[in-house]
C-alpha cells in the first residue's frame, strides 16, 4: 500500500506542475510551459517515440506525447516509483542514439558541469531527435546544492553542437516580476501560517492580474523573464 501511495504521490506531483492551481506561486510559468510544449510536441509526426526524461522524478509533460509514446525511461539521483535508472546526468547509462527524444526539465541549475548533461544527451539522441530543455533565469535560491541561473545567450552556448535550436521565454519582464514576488511572498514569510495564508489569498491575486496584464499589454520585453523554454534539434 505503502509503495502505491508514493506512486500516486508521484504523478499527483506530475499533475500539479503540468495544471498548477492558481494558488501556486508558479502558476504564471507553469501554464506558459505546457503551452509551449504543447506546441513542440504537436509538430512531431513520427510515432513510437523512445522518450528519455533527465530528472524525471515526476514526469509532468510525458501526458502531453498521447499515444506517440512507445517507450519512455526517466534517470534521477532520487529514486522514485517513476524513476527507472538511478544515474547522473553527466554519465547516461545508454548507448548511443537511442531516444527520438530528450526532457530536461529544472535540472541543470543543480549541476556543477551543465556541458557534461548537455553533451550526453547529444549523444544519446537519434539524429534529428529532440531535447526539451527548460531553466531558470530568475528564482530565489532553493537549495544548498544550487549552481546557475540560465539567459538564451547560454542556452546558445551551451547548444552549440545541435543543429537548430528555439528558446522561448515563459512570459514576458511583467509575469516574471509577478512571479518572482509569489516565490518569495510564500518562501520568505514567517510563520508558515502567514505563508499559507498568502499562499490562499495574494497569491491567486497576483496570477489573476499577471495574466490579465500580459494579455492586455502584450509587451515582449523579456529582460526580467523568470524562466525559459528551449527545444534543440540535433
Same mark, same amino acid.
Request: proline share 6%; net charge positive.
Given at each position: 500500500?505503502?509503495q502505491?501511495?508514493?506512486?500516486?504521490a508521484?504523478?499527483?506531483?506530475?499533475?500539479?506542475?503540468?495544471y498548477?492551481?492558481?494558488?501556486?506561486p508558479?502558476?504564471?510559468?507553469?501554464?506558459?510551459?505546457?503551452k509551449?510544449?504543447q506546441?513542440?510536441?504537436?509538430?512531431?509526426?513520427k510515432?513510437n517515440?523512445?522518450?528519455l526524461?533527465?530528472?524525471?522524478?515526476?514526469q509532468?509533460?510525458?501526458?502531453l506525447l498521447?499515444?506517440k509514446?512507445?517507450?519512455?525511461?526517466?534517470?534521477?539521483l532520487?529514486i522514485?516509483?517513476?524513476?527507472?535508472v538511478?544515474?547522473r546526468?553527466?554519465?547516461?547509462?545508454f548507448?548511443n542514439?537511442?531516444?527520438?527524444?530528450?526532457f530536461c526539465?529544472?535540472?541543470l541549475e543543480?549541476?556543477?558541469?551543465?556541458?557534461?548533461?548537455l553533451?550526453?544527451?547529444?549523444?544519446?539522441?537519434k539524429?534529428g531527435?529532440?531535447l526539451?530543455?527548460?531553466?531558470?533565469a530568475?528564482?530565489?535560491?532553493?537549495?544548498?546544492?544550487?549552481?546557475w541561473r540560465f539567459?538564451?545567450y *547560454?542556452?546558445?552556448?551551451? $547548444? @552549440?553542437?545541435?543543429s537548430n535550436?528555439?528558446v %522561448? &521565454?515563459?512570459? =514576458?519582464? !511583467?509575469?516574471? /516580476?509577478?512571479r518572482?514576488?509569489?516565490v518569495?511572498l510564500?518562501?520568505? *514569510?514567517?510563520?508558515?501560517? $502567514? @505563508?499559507?495564508?498568502?499562499?490562499?489569498s495574494? %497569491? &491567486?491575486?497576483? =496570477?489573476? !492580474?499577471g495574466? /490579465?496584464?500580459?494579455?492586455?499589454l502584450?509587451?515582449?520585453?523579456?529582460?526580467?523573464?523568470?524562466?525559459?523554454?528551449?527545444?534543440?534539434q540535433k
Amino acid at each position: 500500500m505503502a509503495q502505491t501511495e508514493t506512486l500516486e504521490a508521484a504523478k499527483r506531483a506530475g499533475r500539479k506542475r503540468l495544471y498548477p492551481s492558481l494558488i501556486d506561486p508558479n502558476w504564471l510559468v507553469l501554464r506558459q510551459r505546457r503551452k509551449i510544449f504543447q506546441r513542440w510536441l504537436g509538430n512531431i509526426t513520427k510515432e513510437n517515440l523512445s522518450v528519455l526524461d533527465v530528472g524525471g522524478r515526476v514526469q509532468p509533460y510525458r501526458s502531453l506525447l498521447g499515444d506517440k509514446c512507445t517507450r519512455y525511461i526517466a534517470i534521477d539521483l532520487l529514486i522514485t516509483p517513476l524513476v527507472d535508472v538511478a544515474g547522473r546526468a553527466q554519465q547516461l547509462p545508454f548507448s548511443n542514439e537511442a531516444f527520438d527524444l530528450v526532457f530536461c526539465t529544472q535540472v541543470l541549475e543543480y549541476l556543477p558541469e551543465p556541458q557534461l548533461a548537455l553533451n550526453e544527451i547529444h549523444r544519446t539522441l537519434k539524429m534529428g531527435g529532440l531535447l526539451l530543455l527548460s531553466a531558470p533565469a530568475v528564482f530565489p535560491r532553493d537549495s544548498e546544492v544550487e549552481y546557475w541561473r540560465f539567459l538564451p545567450y *547560454a542556452f546558445k552556448q551551451l $547548444l @552549440s553542437s545541435f543543429s537548430n535550436m528555439e528558446v %522561448v &521565454p515563459e512570459g =514576458n519582464s !511583467l509575469i516574471g /516580476f509577478i512571479r518572482t514576488t509569489n516565490v518569495c511572498l510564500v518562501s520568505f *514569510a514567517k510563520p508558515p501560517a $502567514l @505563508s499559507e495564508l498568502l499562499r490562499l489569498s495574494i %497569491v &491567486p491575486i497576483l =496570477n489573476v !492580474l499577471g495574466a /490579465f496584464l500580459e494579455f492586455a499589454l502584450r509587451s515582449e520585453n523579456e529582460r526580467f523573464t523568470a524562466n525559459f523554454s528551449c527545444m534543440a534539434q540535433k
